[in-house]
């Protein structure tokens, strides 16, 4: 059986409003590349040279996406990460290089969703930024039901709130999108590749574990005992599943 996946509709004038991106590197030829990149009518590109610089733009507008590098003065892109993350649940992407695995797990840690290494190709951020924003706007090929219950957990999609025996879960986006997918096919299990392409986006890059690490956060969020999980569980040599009640 394929697996149930999220959508849902929107009203047409929002549907075509440019999206606001943000970004903060101090590397303007970065900076720059990004913003030749994505010059698009359906993006509107805002870019700032630091994390400092970049929680003062937050502050004053609205963004559907925000692309921090990870080294930057006065506030780095941990930092303004955590401080975003601590107000607002828009995507967050993180920028780090070829072998910056452990801030991609430390970025996703503090709340980011997603992650691109330096040097990429142009094709590749387009890619990224087009499957964060797919995801966010909730397209896809089959609807799952709007609330989902599966023993004590409740999600309800339209308002975005979790709730775990009667008391609400604060999940980052992309912690909510692998709990509803989970929840949504509770009983199947799905390997590392598959969460990957359905929860993220794209195809699985096996030089990180970001669906190890969410799943440990989703566990320290809805589980009584996180070492001893009873609502999402390991397949071992397979994957995970959500429990079926």
Not at 128 to 148: D, M, N, Q, T, W
Not at 173 to 199: C, H, I, K, S, W
Request: glycine content about 6%; charged content about 30%.
């Amino acid at each position: 059986m394929p697996p149930i996946r999220r959508t849902s509709e929107r009203a047409a004038e929002e549907a075509h409003a440019p999206r606001r991106i943000l970004i903060a590197d101090d590397d303007p030829s970065i900076a720059a590349l990004i913003q030749v990149t994505l010059k698009d009518p359906r993006y509107e590109i805002i870019a700032v040279a630091n994390g400092l610089e970049a929680l003062k733009a937050f502050e004053k507008q609205p963004f559907d996406v925000v692309i921090l590098d990870v080294m930057m003065p006065y506030v780095d892109g941990f930092e303004a990460c955590e401080r975003i993350r601590a107000q607002s649940d828009v995507p967050i992407v993180i920028l780090t290089s070829r072998d910056g695995t452990e801030d991609v797990v430390h970025g996703f840690e503090l709340g980011a969703d997603d992650y691109i290494t330096k040097p990429f190709k142009t094709v590749e951020l387009i890619a990224r930024v087009e499957s964060i924003l797919r995801r966010v706007e909730g397209y896809s090929a089959r609807r799952a039901p709007p609330v989902v219950r599966v023993g004590e957990l409740e999600i309800d999609e339209p308002r975005h709130r979790v709730s775990v025996r009667g008391s609400d879960v604060n999940l980052t986006p992309m912690e909510f999108e692998l709990l509803y997918f989970l929840a949504a096919n509770a009983g199947q299990v799905f390997d590392r590749e598959t969460l990957f392409r359905e929860v993220w986006g794209y195809e699985y890059v096996g030089e990180t574990n970001l669906v190890d690490v969410c799943v440990r956060r989703l566990r320290e969020k809805v589980e009584l005992i996180p070492s001893r999980p009873k609502i999402i569980l390991t397949v071992r040599g397979v994957g995970y599943k959500l429990a079926e009640y």
